[in-house]
């Protein structure tokens, strides 16, 4: 098997430092999910409304330094930037397509399959870009949209994750697998941001400010079954299968050839020999 077979493509290398940013900044994120089934939240109208501009504060510096960081040691360069100011704004296009109508969802399949050929790193920065971009064109700013570009990232970070070997049908498995995981995921952490505002008191689907962790766990887990799991999230997941199954050969195939043709991860060589009489100098005839 030639190592080309193998390889993938790192238009964002996340070296030790930017792994280590991007680990605490998730660990923040999952705090920041998770935190009401550890202490008990006020009581609020609209939820969230105090955290969100929290999160934007965590996630928009963790994009930054994930970019600036590989910006200065060379892990990233103008045509990494350019692709993905592209898949940016083709996620974006896609998105209004499905978005709203029986949990289909459009966005998640490129993600998927860009995270899969340019690596983890890139994966997360085009989530948070993605979702940031499709909302400002669908109006759906909001508080629930940093929440949205967080789990998005880590849609993009878990497919760059994959094992690489996997080519051919065998590839398009375990990305259609991957994806049908990522559309519950996605859910299950979009419904943990706001479910312990919204659900009314003395409910079986009720957060139970300073209940047990199990026990809230256990009302969460019939909440998301019956709002959203066999609805919404099936939605998405149908969507996404589909759309890895249909459309992933072709797509990947021309990531990768965008990739190749790109040369990102060729390293840039400088001729600094002086011209001979066998060569010919910059302006040479």
Known sequence: MTPSVVSRTRVIRVAPRSALVLVLASAAGLAMFFWPLFHAPEPEAIAHTADAPLIFVVILPVLVAV??????????????????????????????????????????????LAGRVFGPGFGFVLGCTSLF?????????????????????????GAGLLPVRPRGKAEIAMLAGYGLLAAYGFGFLMNMWFWPYTTGIDTQLSYVAGAPLLENLHRFAVFTGVTSTFGWDTGRAITNVVAIVLAGPAVLAALRRAARRAAFDAPVVFDSAPAGPGRTGPAGG
């Open 67 to 112: 970019v600036l960081a590989e910006l200065s040691s060379g892990g990233i360069d103008a045509k990494g930037l350019a692709m993905l100011g592209v898949l940016s704004a083709i996620n974006a296009a896609l998105r209004p397509l499905g978005a709203g109508t029986a949990g289909i969802e459009t966005v998640f399949f490129m993600l998927v």
């Open 133 to 157: 971009t499709s909302a400002l064109l669908t109006a759906g700013v909001g508080p629930w949209l940093p929440f949205q570009m967080l789990a998005s990232a880590w849609v993009g970070l």
